[in-house]
Structure formats: C-alpha cells, structure tokens
C-alpha cells in the first residue's frame, strides 16, 4: 500500500450518479478542472445493458449485479436507541447502487417533481392545521427553498431526462388530462406519456369510477425517440419489462450513462476515476476548509486529490457516512435533539396491495415501463388531515415495470401454501392474473430516528459502518392505512376475484428481510437554521462552506414521491448557485446564519 | 441414487463450523438419542468443503457436479422434486435440472459468500433484523443437509431419498417450521435457502443450468428473454400469444 498525493484540482466530486454527474456537467461548462471519483466499477449501456445477456433475472435482479457488495461496506441497522444495531449482511430492503451511473443505472424512471407543500411543510402544516398538531417528537422541517425557485431547474432535469408525461396545467392554463393536484409547469413534458399497459389500464378505469383523479405517471423513459439538451440520444421504450435492476437496453431509460457522461466526457476538463473508494473528505487545521479526499483505488493505495472545492455525490447514506468520518457538522445527539448530521433519516413508507383477477383476465405482468397510472387524491396534503390526525399521504399507483418468474413465484400471501403441488398452482395462478397496486407514502423524521457511526463492526476499509436506528411510527403508520382503505372502491370497481391488502401493522418493527425501496432520504438535511439542518438551501455545509452534499440526504423527510427528479433539481439549483455566486465570491458561505 | 447420508469420513478444512460446536448442536437436537459415530461423522461432513473422492465418485457417475458429494445431491434431488414436484401443472425441480442449477450456483462468487457481509462479531438479534449467521450458501447447505441427514436417520433409520413422499413432506414441513437446528443454523434458515434456490433454478434463465427447455417458464406463462412488447401494450385484452425464448435463443 502506497500513499500518493496528485495535482491539485479545482473540483472533486465524490460519486458517478445522477447527482454527481449533473454537478460535474456544470462545473466543468463553468471551466473548473473537475475529477469525479466513483467507488464501483466502469458501467455502459452497451456492456451491461447488451441484449441478450442483459435480460436475466437472476443476474440482475437476484444476485444484485449493478448493486453495492455489501461484503465491503454496509451499515447495521436497529429498531431502537437501546438495542445492538447488526449488520445488513445481505441487500434486501434497500439496494443501493454501485458503478458508473450509480442507482440511476439500475433505477426504474418514475420521474416526479415535488408538490409546493411538501418542500415547506412545517410551515404548511401549521398555517393550515396549527402548530399543536404536530405529533410531539416529530422533526417536521422545510426544506428552505419553494417550488417556485425549484421549477426551473425541474423543468430542466425534464429536458435532460427524457421524461414522458402528460401535464395538467402549464403557465396556469389546463392543457392535457394529467394530475389536478400537480403543481403549475413552464413548459410541457418534453415527450408525450407511455402507453397504458393493461393493468394500469384497469386500474384507470377502476379509479374513475371509484371518483379519482388518475393520471399518467410521468417517467424518465423516452416514449418517442428524443436527443436531449446536451445532444444525448435516447430510443423510444419497448416496453420489455427490465426497468428496475437493470441498464436499459433499449436506451429508452434514462441514466447518468446514457444522458450526460457523453457529453460529459467531451471536456477536456473532465476526469473520471472508477474504482476510487472516498474514504474521507481532508479539511485544514482551521476544520472549517476542505483541502481535498483520500481515496482508496484497488491496489489498497490511498491517494489524495487535492481540490479547491469538494461535492460529495454518492448514495443518501454514504454521504452522511463521509462527514460523520471527516468531522464535517456536528453530529447529531438524539438525546438532547442537537447536532445536524444523521438528523432527519427518513425512509418510504410502502406498501403493496395485489387484486387477482378472474381467470379469463391475463395481466401480462411482464410487460413493463417506468409509466402507469396514479391517483393523487390521498398524497401530500391535497385531503383534510384535520379529523385524521397524521401528517403525510401517499399516492396509489400500478407501476409496472415487468415482474419476472423469480420474483413473481417467491411472493407469497399470508395463510398460502410455500411450496409443493398448491402453492404451484397458486403461483401460475397469481403470476398470470394478478397485478399490484403500489401505496408509496411519506415518512416523517423523528427525533430517535438517525444515522451515526456503529461502535463494533468496520468495513473493509477498516472504518465503523454506518448506523441507522429506525423504526416505523404510529403516525406513518396510521397514514399507510387510512389510504390503503381508500382502495376499496376501486378494488370493486376493478371486479377483482380476490384481493390482498398490504398495510402497515401497529407494533411490527422495520424489517430488513423483505425489498421495500431504495429511497432512503435525509441525515444532512438542507434548510434555513444551523441548528436544525447541515447544510443550507444551496446544499452547503453549514460548517465547511467548499462542501456541498447533494442527493436525497437533503430532504428533510421521506415524500410520497420517488426521490430522484427532485434530486435531480436540487443538483441543478446547487449548481446554479455555485456557477452565479459562490465562484464569484470568496469560497465563503452563501447564506449567513 | 445415493444410499447412505452417514458418508465416509472426509478430509476436514480448516474453516468454520468447529467441529465441536456442530456435535455441540446436533447432541441438543437429539438430546433423546445416542449419538454414538454419527454425530462426528456428521460432523466431519459439516466441516468439508469440498470432497475428492466424492468429485471423482460424482464424475464416474456422470455428473458434472463439484461441490456436493453424491450423498449430498441424492437429498437435494429429492428435497427439490418435494418443493417444486412434477404434477399437472408441468415439470418438476429433477425434470428441470434445478439440483444442477444450485450445484452451479455454489461454484460462483455469491455461493461462496463473497456477496454477503460476513465478518464478526455475530451475533444473535430480532428475526426482523435479518441474516446475522457466519455461514455462507456453502455452508448452509453442507451443515443444513448433513444435519437434516442425521435427524431423519434417527427417526426413520433411513436417508431423506428413501422415504415416501408423504414423509419427506412432513420432514420438509418441520424444517420450515424450525423444529430443530443444526448448530448455530436453524433448521427453517436451511429451509429457506432451499426454497429460494429451487425457486431460483425453476425459473432463471437455462443458461444457469435449471429450467430446462424452459419447463418453468411455459408454466407460467412467462415469454423470457424476448423482452420486446411494443405491439402488444395495449391490446387489452388478448392475452400475449407467443412461447419464450431464452438467451441462447432456444425457442419453446
């Protein structure tokens, strides 16, 4: 093992995902030297997506290809401050991404904005329900920046995404049959909505009738042929079912490999280094300057890139992990509710309800896209939470994105026959002429919810994992079923043979085993106090004002909304405001306290 | 078909389980019983790897199998055939090649547990914190059926693939209800890597050695690799017409 130290650079961002890569893309049109450093390996469409090898199941899918190896770094996980927290030895609720593209190689595309409440809503759920209605506990937090300045940069992260939709109102005149309760747009989806596969088809139907308002999901899959802003190409979806766990075939997904590492790698400013493991963000006797990262190629050498300003870019958590172990913020103390770094660790609160439907009715489930079909009535805050007594919602949807045998036959029902000659019969059955119905909720934060570093077990890297202390609340949970019930008229409406509904149990703690999501969020929130959020609007370090963290540890909780177009908005806004004013400055802070 | 789960003594490994902590384990599931040679038999079988004789035994017989001794493969054959049997629905686990499917799987990295966090301490904790054992697949499997073996010898005298079905379905039972365990592994641990690999080799794709001719997926009504629907998104209600294809571009 060798030490190492390189040229020093103007920029180093820290991971290739969607937020890396859009952060490297502006840095370098502003001229920066920039060098982004990803742990995992070189990834392309048309090596890991080449069809056909691509369309396997049990490698993509089962055996995590694109996906982090735990068996170098992962984090413990417990329910309780006063429990041992163990190990997450193998992936199951949470697959956080690996490799050139990161989690936007192997994501699905569902691609939302952020509705305007849930970007301030402590503010708006005590103008509209008062301050005492929030649950005692509950760290409900803005995010200190509104739609308004965001939609810009939504709008933006639209046109490079190639995301497919059908807008409700657009310069606050109705232009197409999208989502009511959606915000107002500048400017229409660059390409027209998906197709509705069938079972969104029923499910359109259905929620009509049961008095809804569905609507098209917008989705980060091409419907057409499309060449985005950097003259990146994209082909239109097939519709072949390996959304999710997959690189895209078809380049009809978008992904940081497809969308901007072409046009990326044509600066001659730009460096990419795979296989650099960041072990920790290096700051100046001061502690309140970062000078570069240290980082760990595949030799077990550690080299230091200088930089004069550092991004860090990777995973939610890996994020919050990087400056727990650089010393950047103060950490954050649940006993005494202070501290900024692990506040705020929320997660999604999903769960997923399956109609089977008569035997003449074949679901086709392996056909797939990232579209479908949702409804919004129970999302955000767009229904009376007064005599309800939560906060959050959660909208309903039939996003199928292509089940697979594997998957499909090891789903099992409570009271269902596991294996031998019924459950057979039961899994054709259901694999045939079922579908699901997908409740993706918001999660609050919590003041005993959060991230710090374990006190046992090290990672390969010899570093104390991360630790997440998280459990579901009687808030969420409570959230999970009021809308799930709503279901009902729509189940019937459906003309389903049999249902299973999926709901949250009081008193059945989070349980790493089963696949939820992958949409972790929070730990180094953004807001507008010091004390209550690591970083500030613009996704600074409140602390170390050459360190922005941009990625879903910004939100100050979970949404009912896949994270990932909002990631990639704030990326633009981050950037944005590093190009107009923090170059142009003194390398200080954007906001005073 | 192999004839004895108590096999010939194998050279042992230097690698986890401990030999006494696996008699340790096998004595308090069959507290009742004498363990005499069995147990360290058992024992010895826990702590191989990988047996010579056994490969150049499967290879007479064959077999391309490595990994499991004959003895070990005639109770995977069997347990399989019990989670996934031929009926009318369509083929069973033997019929698709899934023991074959799982020997393969236990020659690639996430067999050998290198896709899994396995360093200590470990510890026990709640089920709902998930998977905290020492054991990788390997592992699983040779501790899981060498333990199985031996707590079906002393009820019935006789190997697992001896018995009627009827049997070998109660015995499958009592392991997914954890009835016993086999050192620090519980017999429904064991359970459920075998049921989740036979799922696995019943519907991955044939190049991994299961779903022959794709059986698995002409019962399901699943058309593989094709992956091509363009035409048929919203043709709502004609169900998708056209048998699978695999990777290697067989057709069914």
Redesign the interface.
């Known amino acids: 093992m060798a030490e190492k130290t390189l040229p020093p650079v103007d920029a180093v961002v820290v991971g290739a995902g969607w937020a890396g890569s859009i952060m490297a893309k502006e840095l370098c049109e502003a001229g920066l030297s920039v060098v982004m450093l990803e742990r995992g390996g070189r990834r392309s469409t048309a090596k890991d997506g080449a069809y056909p090898a691509s369309i396997d199941e049990l490698e993509g899918a089962t055996r995590y290809k694109l996906f982090q190896n735990p068996a170098q770094t992962t984090v413990t996980v417990r329910n309780r401050l006063n429990q041992e927290a163990l190990p997450y030895r193998r992936l199951a609720a949470f697959l956080p991404g690996e490799g050139v593209g990161g989690a936007g190689l192997h994501w699905t595309g569902v691609h939302f904005r952020a509705m305007p409440q849930d970007l301030r809503l402590r503010s708006h759920i005590t103008e509209r329900y008062g301050k005492t209605f929030i649950p005692d506990g509950m760290n409900l937090q803005d995010y200190g920046v509104t739609y308004e300045e965001l939609e810009p940069f939504f709008d933006r992260a639209e046109k490079v995404f190639g995301t497919s939709g059908e807008a409700y109102t657009v310069d606050g005149k109705v232009v197409g049959k999208g989502n009511p309760f959606a915000p107002d747009r500048s400017d229409d989806f660059p390409l027209p909505p998906l197709r509705d596969v069938y079972t969104a088809h029923l499910f359109r139907k259905a929620a009509t009738e049961a008095g809804f308002h569905p609507y098209a999901m917008p989705a980060a899959n091409a419907s057409h042929p499309y060449t985005n802003p950097y003259g990146a190409q994209m082909g239109p979806c097939n519709f072949c079912g390996y959304c999710s766990d997959y690189a895209c075939y078809m380049y009809a997904k978008a992904s940081p490999n497809v969308n901007i590492l072409p046009a990326l790698r044509q600066h001659a400013n730009f460096t990419l280094r795979s296989n650099a493991h960041v072990l920790k963000v290096l700051l100046d006797s001061t502690g309140k300057k970062a000078t570069g990262v240290v980082y760990q190629d595949t030799e077990g050498n550690h080299i230091t890139q200088p930089a004069g300003l550092v991004i860090l870019a990777a995973f939610q958590f890996h994020n919050v992990h990087l400056m727990l172990l650089s010393g950047i913020g103060k950490p954050y103390d649940p006993h005494s509710n202070s501290g900024t770094v692990g506040r705020n660790f929320t997660y999604q609160n999903i769960t997923n309800t399956t109609v089977l439907m008569p035997p003449t009715r074949s679901t086709d489930q392996f056909i797939g896209s990232a579209g479908g079909v949702a409804i919004d009535d129970f999302n955000c805050d767009n229904f009376d939470h007064g005599p309800l007594g939560f906060i959050g919602g959660s909208p309903l949807w039939v996003n199928q994105a292509g089940v697979k045998p594997i998957a499909g036959a090891k789903a099992t029902f409570p009271g269902a026959p596991r294996w031998g000659r019924a459950w057979k019969k039961r899994a054709v059955d259901t694999y045939r002429h079922a579908f699901t119905i997908n409740a993706q909720g918001s999660n609050m934060a919590y003041r005993d919810v959060y991230l710090d570093l374990d006190p046992t077990w090290t990672n390969v890297y010899g570093q104390p994992l991360l630790r997440m202390t998280f459990d579901w609340k009687d808030n969420d949970i409570r959230m999970n079923r009021h809308v799930v019930s709503k279901l009902d008229g729509v189940v019937k409406a459906l003309g389903a043979r049999d249902v299973h509904y999926s709901m949250r149990e009081p008193g059945k703690p989070f349980d790493v085993r089963d696949y939820q999501t992958t949409h972790l969020c929070g730990g180094a929130v953004m807001g507008d106090d010091p004390n209550t959020s690591a970083l500030n609007r613009y996704l600074q370090s409140w602390d170390v004002p050459n360190v922005f963290v941009v990625g879903a540890n910004a939100f100050p909780q979970g949404m009912g909304y896949n994270p990932t177009g909002l990631v990639a908005a704030l990326a633009y806004w981050s950037a944005h405001h590093i190009r107009t004013q923090w170059l142009k400055g003194n390398g200080g802070p954007l906001v005073t306290p | 078909m192999a004839h004895d789960a108590a096999i010939a003594p194998l050279p042992s490994s230097a690698f986890t389980p401990k030999r006494r902590r696996v008699v340790q384990g096998l004595g308090t599931s069959m507290a009742a019983l004498s363990l005499g040679g069995l147990a360290t038999q058992t024992a010895e079988a826990a702590s191989s790897e990988q047996s010579p004789a056994a490969t150049a035994h499967h290879q007479e017989a064959g077999t391309s199998t490595r990994f499991f001794t004959a003895a070990e493969f005639a109770f995977l054959t069997a347990a399989c055939e019990?989670?996934?049997?031929e009926?009318d629905?369509?083929p069973g686990a033997t019929m698709l090649g899934v023991p074959d499917f799982i020997e393969g799987q236990m020659n690639?990295p996430?067999g050998r547990?290198?896709?899994?966090?396995?360093?200590g301490?470990h510890?026990t904790?709640?089920?709902?914190?998930?998977?905290?054992l020492p054991y990788s697949p390997r592992q699983i499997y040779r501790i899981g059926i060498a333990g199985t073996q031996a707590w079906v010898r002393q009820q019935h005298n006789a190997p697992f693939e001896s018995l009627p079905p009827t049997t070998q379905?109660a015995i499958?039972t009592a392991l997914?209800h954890n009835a016993t365990q086999f050192d620090a592994l519980p017999a429904s641990a064991f359970f459920e890597q075998l049921?989740?690999d036979?799922?696995?080799g019943?519907?991955?794709?044939p190049?991994?050695g299961g779903n022959r001719h794709m059986g698995?997926?002409k019962?399901?009504?699943?058309?593989?690799?094709r992956?091509?629907?363009?035409d048929?998104?919203?043709r709502?209600e004609t169900?998708?017409p056209y048998g699978p294809v695999s990777?290697s571009g067989e057709t069914g």
């Open positions: 019990r989670l996934f049997p009926d629905m369509g690639t996430w547990g290198e896709k899994w966090f396995m360093s301490p510890r904790g709640p089920d709902n914190l998930g998977y905290q379905d499958l997914e049921r989740s036979t799922i696995e019943a519907f991955a794709d190049t991994h698995g997926w019962m399901m009504g699943f058309p593989g690799a992956a091509d629907y363009m048929w998104v919203d709502y169900p998708y990777i």
